[in-house]
């Protein structure tokens, strides 16, 4: 049964940065998809940014520029890091985990990840 686990979440002040992993269990082979998910209080939760089986990568407009998202499959962990940060990325962030997605042009639907994280709080104060 594949699980991934979230952790670097934290609080800190407006341009400051962090890196979540999302560290990936229970599945054999190399080649698969985390994205990364958001949720803020009161609000609807949505993608935030995608590495795809073959390391394509997508991010939403908010974050692009800002945020990158990268593999070290060694580790079998991927990673968000999160640059200039401001207060309207604080949220709950998730990983999900997909075998089924390989290339990535835009932000999979939340159906298509088969394991989901416990996520870890981000909270970016101004």
């Known amino acids: 049964q594949v699980q991934v686990a979230e952790s670097g979440g934290g609080s800190v002040q407006a341009g400051g940065s962090l890196r979540l992993s999302c560290a990936v269990s229970g599945y054999r082979f190399n080649s698969y998809c985390i994205g990364w998910f958001r949720q803020a209080p009161g609000k609807e939760p949505g993608g935030v940014a995608v590495?795809?089986?073959?390391?394509?990568?997508f991010y939403i407009a908010a974050v692009k520029g800002r945020f990158s998202v990268f593999r070290d499959s060694a580790k079998r962990t991927v990673y968000l890091q999160m640059n200039n940060l401001q207060p309207d990325d604080t949220a709950m962030y998730s990983c999900?985990?997909?075998?089924?997605?390989?290339?990535?042009?835009?932000?999979?639907?939340?159906?298509?990840?088969?394991?989901w994280g416990q996520g870890t709080q981000v909270t970016v104060s101004s």
């Open positions: 999900a985990f997909s075998s089924a997605v390989n290339n990535v042009q835009n932000m999979p639907s939340g159906v298509l990840f088969e394991a």
């Open positions: 590495i795809g089986g073959d390391d394509s990568t």
